[in-house]
């Protein structure tokens, strides 16, 4: 998995789709190599508000070791629904801005 820290969010013309657009080339974290990319995969995120929406993410291939990569922004956190914003501000205790469920809630801060 390669985390996008310097990224821009496009909107996919004639749809509802968003795009992740990384500013920096994505290396691969297992060897350091140039990834390219491989297909795409959709991944819906839920925010604080408890909109869902569909982004449609990079998966890369390395050309030196043949691993692929999901480039995921650092808006989302790996194998969650919720953004990192509502999962942060829920572990912290602000539970009255989370969609959440409550048991949901008691895992993330576990």
Known sequence: MIIATDYQIEIVAGSDWFRIKNRKPPLCPDCGSLC?????????L????????TFKLRRLRCPSCGTLHLEL???M????H???????RAQAGDVDSCPAEDSTIR???K
Do not use: E, N
């Open 82 to 88: 919720y953004d990192a914003a509502t999962i942060a």
């Open 36 to 44: 390219s990319g491989y297909d795409t995969r959709p991944r819906q």
């Open 46 to 53: 839920i925010d604080g508000l408890g909109v869902t929406h």
């Open 77 to 80: 956190q790996p194998r969650k």
């Open 73 to 75: 922004p650092d808006l």
């Open 107 to 109: 895992r993330w801060r």
